[in-house]
């Protein structure tokens, strides 16, 4: 039988895995949520799709300025400077991911000016907005920024696999997250906030825990404003 970890023995394997094993339940919960299921089976509400393209819209643009704080925090605390250039690259594609969300909208023919946003994407923006303060640290920003992406990026990964049946016109919004460069700039992220959560005093480690949980609970919020929510 499998006995506790010593915290040498996590770091040595990654936390991150560690709590991915641990949270599995509420990690899956927001990786293969019903809506993101529905797409890959085929049977997705294209209505429920362009509720989620006006909602994240709006969360990606409180997203970019959340980013921007995670570089500050880089440039400031890292202990590597290569850390710079990974976030400035999800900068960069969230550049690009702005744009497609318009030209997608007009596609679906969303009034992006029009989209109120929902209750859970308030709440969602404004968690984003606490954690830009300078008294979070590097170490729980990172590791929320990896879990923000790494969510989007299983997620529409699982609609691409063999055997799934995404509808066609929705297999470009699939792959924009879902791509193999993505997975990789997702696990570039991932091995920075393991480097970090390996060095950082078990307070901080207990508060990028939590970080992480409030993440994928919001995460599942999002997906439940177009599929299943009350
Ligand atoms: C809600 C949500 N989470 C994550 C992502 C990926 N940047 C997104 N666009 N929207």
Known sequence: ??????????EKSGMIDTWMRKHRLIYSGATK???????????VDLEAFKTWLGQDYIFVRAFAPFVASVLIKAWKESDDSSDMEVILSGMASLNDEIAWFKSEAAKWGVQLSEVVPQKANQDYCRFLESLMSPDVEYTVAITAFWAIEAVYQASFALCLEDGSKTPAELT???????????????????????????????????????????????????????????
């Open 1 to 10: 039988m499998e006995g506790k970890k010593t915290r040498e023995e996590v």
């Open 33 to 43: 949520h019903p809506f993101i299921l529905s797409i890959r089976d085929g049977t």
């Open 172 to 230: 470009e919004t699939c792959r924009r997250w879902g791509n193999d460069g993505f997975g990789q700039y997702c696990n570039s992220l991932q091995k920075i906030a393991n480097r970090r959560l390996g060095k950082t005093p078990d307070d901080v480690l207990t508060k990028a825990e939590v970080t992480l949980l409030r993440v994928l609970e919001h995460e599942v919020e999002f997906w439940n404003m177009s599929h299943g929510s009350a």
